[in-house]
Every structure is written in C-alpha cells, then in structure tokens.
C-alpha cells in the first residue's frame, strides 16, 4: 500500500463528489518541511516552535530563531506555513528557564503554553521578532496554544502587534501581512467563541489536548487509553458545534491533532464539516486515499443522524458505513 499512498502524491485531496478538501501537515523542525515535497500536502498546518527550544542547551536567541523560521518559510516556498507560539512549560520544561514552574500536580493544566509565554513575555517578545523579522515581505501566519479565553488572543495578538511596529519603525519591511489564529484546545473557549470569532483569521482544534479536558483523562495515561474513544458522541458533537459556529462567523477552521490522521476519525471530522486536516505526514496517503473515495455529501447528511440518536458504537457504525457506500 506505501507504494500506492506514495503515487497519490500528485493526486489532488478531491472527494468522490468534487469537495476539495486541505490536507497540510504537523511539523516541529526544519528538517520536517521536506515532507511537503514528499506528500505533496497543501501546506503546514502547525510548526510546533517549541521543539527547537527543547533540543536546545540553552535559550536560542531570537538571530537563531529567525534563521529557523526563515528556512522553514524559504523551503515551503509559496505553501503555508502555520507557526504555533511555543508551548512549554508543564512536562515541557525549558531546563535554561529559571523560576518556579517546578514540581506540578497537573502539569497539562498547569502554567504552560500560553499562560506562561504572557507571563514571561520576554520569551514571547523575543520569538515575536524572530518571527516578525523571518516574514520580511512575506504572510505570516501565527497561532496560540492553550487559550481559554478571548483576552489571552487580545493580548498575544497585541504582542506582535507591538514587534511589527518597531520592524517598520527601523525601516524594515516587516511581514505582507499577519494572520492571527487560536487554538481550540480547552473546552472552556467554546463558549465564548461567539466574542472570540470576529477577531480571529482562523481557529484550529487540538484534538490531543481538547479530548484529554473534555473527558478529564489525561492524554499520557496508558491505563485510559481504551476509556474513551475519538469517535465518541461527546467528541463528535462537541467538534460540529464548534465547527458550525465558526464557519457561521466565517472562520475557517482546521484540525491539527492527532485524531485527524486516523481514517475512520478523520472521515468523520470531514463529515462534520471540517475540511481542512494538518496531520502526521505518515498519514497524508491513508487520509487522502480514504477521501477521494468518499461521497461527503452522503455522510454529511447521514452523520447527524447518527449522531442525534447515537448508537451503542459508533465506531462499528461508521465502519458500516464507510463499506455500505465503497469508502
Ligand atoms: C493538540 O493538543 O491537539 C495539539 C495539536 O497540540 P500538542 O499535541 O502539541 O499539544
Ligand atoms: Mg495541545
């Protein structure tokens, strides 16, 4: 099958009823931006920035972030790249930061992501500009980890506001522009979204963390592993509220968790009406080869249905589902 995903590479993520769906994918290091080539995905999705302040010995300063995120840009050509604001903190520990994000009791909620990077703008500021810089006459596009409320977008979005200001202040040309995005990945910020949508260019759900708060289960736990499942009717119902929310406020919106390159959950997110997906390049032929067989229009009748009156296992019915209509 690795032989057939792999001259899918050229072949557009089209369903079988013609709805163009965008696949991108989930990156960390620069090395990561050759798998755009070998997928053939439609850009990054999320670049998780804080992987090279793990592998780091010490703080990268903000000359060497810039080259990384210029790299990355330079080698995705014209494909864009999503950049996620670093989110550490928690079990992520920077071993350089000094300070008291010591011993936590529950480190996934804890002073992480952005609750420290506002905190500890310096940080912030610092990547700010490295970012700023590194989109010299080219669209930057940013997003936040861990908001749970509108005024932490307000206030990370003020932020590079800020940097971009002083890159023109010094005669820089600074970025084309900036595209400021959240993620949804604490349940509280569903039900503020109706605040949060207007201010926002795009919204992407992280489905890794978003599971693990929805059903207090902690997502590193082997033992709840088999306890709760993707494709359950909390999940599902709770992602098509948010995406229908958005997409009324007319914001597009993305899943960039891990959930999205499974191919039984990543149909049913599709179904939902999601149609952008940023997921493990491994998992670009498998998701794409499921989708170009797929009838979306079909499932995204049937799909409500199902989920208004859930049965026992839904996994069982949307794998009934995918073989009665040739998925
Ligand atoms: C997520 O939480 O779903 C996500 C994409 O972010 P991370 O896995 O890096 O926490
Ligand atoms: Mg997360």
Avoid at 23 to 29: E, I, K, P, Q, R
Avoid at 197 to 209: E, M, Y
Wanted: proline share 6%; aromatic share 6%; glycine share 8%.
């Amino acid at each position: 099958r690795r032989a057939e995903y792999a001259a899918m590479r050229d072949l557009p993520p089209i369903t079988r009823d013609g709805q163009r769906i965008t696949l991108m994918v989930n990156a960390g290091l620069r090395d990561d931006v050759a798998a755009l080539d070998t997928t053939g995905a439609d850009g990054i999705g999320l670049f998780r920035t804080e992987f090279e302040f793990l592998i780091s010995a010490e703080l990268p300063k903000r000359e060497k972030q810039a080259r990384v995120y210029r790299d990355v840009m330079e080698a995705a050509g014209p494909k864009p790249v999503t950049f996620r604001t670093i989110d550490v903190g928690g079990d992520k520990a920077l071993p350089y930061m000094t300070g008291d994000n010591g011993d936590e009791e529950n480190p996934a909620m804890g002073w992480r992501a952005i609750r420290l990077a506002l905190e500890r703008d310096a940080l912030m500021k610092a990547q700010a500009w490295a970012l700023v810089e590194a989109a010299n006459g080219r669209e930057l596009r940013v997003m936040f980890p861990m908001i749970s409320e509108p005024w932490e977008f307000d206030e990370a979005k003020a932020l590079f506001e800020e940097q971009r200001i002083r890159a023109l202040a010094r005669g820089r040309q600074g970025p084309l522009a900036i595209r400021y995005g959240a993620m949804l990945e604490v349940p509280a910020l569903a039900e503020t979204l109706d605040i949060l949508l207007p201010k926002l260019d795009f919204l992407s759900i992280g489905t890794n963390d978003l599971t693990q708060f929805l059903f207090a289960a902690d997502r590193a736990n082997p033992k709840l592993a088999e306890r709760y499942d993707w494709l359950s009717p909390a999940i599902l119902r709770f992602i098509a509220r948010v995406t229908r929310t958005s997409h009324e406020g007319g914001v597009p919106v993305a899943v960039c968790g891990e959930m999205g390159g499974r191919v039984l959950e990543a149909m049913a997110l599709l179904g939902l009406g999601i149609d952008r997906l940023s997921i493990t390049p491994a998992a670009i032929g498998p998701v794409k080869a499921m989708l170009r067989s797929l009838d979306l229009g079909a499932l995204r009748t049937d799909l409500p249905l199902l989920l208004a009156h859930p049965p026992q296992n839904m996994r069982a019915a949307l794998l009934d589902w995918a073989s009665s209509h040739d998925v």
